[in-house]
T-cell receptor
Framework: SQQGEEDPQALSIQEGENATMNCSYKTSINNLQWYRQNSGRGLVHLILIRSNEREKHSGRLRVTLDTSKKSSSLLITASRAADTASYFCAPMDSSYKLIFGSGTRLLVRP | GAGVSQSPSNKVTEKGKDVELRCDPISGHTALYWYRQSLGQGLEFLIYFQGNSAPDKSGLPSDRFSAERTGGSVSTLTIQRTQQEDSAVYLC?????????????FGSGTQLSVL
């Protein structure tokens, strides 16, 4: 399937440190999206990177995409306690479905 | 509306009962998606609609699950003869259309508990 698989499953860091989460997928994609989920309820879109892009920035977020390795990474710089959440990557293929992985649970300690 | 609205926010039912979960997408959004998330797990794709049509029902776990969308707006996910393994958060999302660079807007979900 096109499911994104995040790594690590859980990450605990100190406030102010950077957090890096990785995502791998299996087949060709048109874009890859990252979402954030607080408290196990609705997800919020963070950033979308197209298949012909290699890097994208949004505020403290930096996303990279390597289509040759079928992988992406999400970097959160200068983390804050409020960044504590689960983060999901979601590849999109030509069927226009987003298939989410199990996510990375990020804990930022004050 | 301002966002995707789901109701009820919580539903407790007895095993064997039928339940209906409702999703009201953002006004003007033609694509609507249903996902299921078990405790501590990722999102499991169930079904999506483009307008009133469901091009992909591949994620529905069994024939006890069905969904419809009328008027290109509100969608209802129905689970018949609920089982305990159906307990999960059911999430609905909408997007302006199905397309390569569309992002999804999610509702807050319905927490379903089957006793």
């Amino acid at each position: 399937s096109q499911q994104g698989e995040e790594d690590p499953q859980a990450l605990s860091i100190q406030e102010g440190e950077n957090a890096t989460m990785n995502c791998s997928y299996k087949t060709s994609i048109n874009n890859l999206q990252w979402y954030r989920q607080n408290s196990g309820r609705g997800l919020v879109h963070l950033i979308l990177i197209r298949s012909n892009e290699r890097e994208k920035h949004s505020g403290r977020l930096r996303v990279t995409l390597d289509t040759s390795k079928k992988s992406s990474s999400l970097l959160i710089t200068a983390s804050r306690a409020a960044d504590t959440a689960s983060y999901f990557c979601a590849p999109m293929d030509s069927s226009y479905k987003l298939i989410f992985g199990s996510g990375t649970r990020l804990l930022v300690r004050p | 509306g301002a966002g995707v609205s789901q109701s009820p926010s919580n539903k407790v039912t007895e095993k064997g009962k039928d339940v209906e979960l409702r999703c009201d997408p953002i006004s003007g959004h033609t694509a609507l998606y249903w996902y299921r998330q078990s405790l501590g797990q990722g999102l499991e794709f169930l079904i999506y609609f483009q307008g009133n049509s469901a091009p992909d029902k591949s994620g529905l776990p069994s024939d006890r699950f069905s969904a419809e969308r009328t008027g290109g707006s509100v969608s209802t996910l129905t689970i018949q003869r609920t089982q305990q393994e159906d307990s999960a958060v059911y999430l609905c999302a909408s997007s302006l259309q199905t397309g390569l660079n569309e992002k999804l807007f999610f509702g807050s979900g319905t927490q379903l508990s089957v006793l």
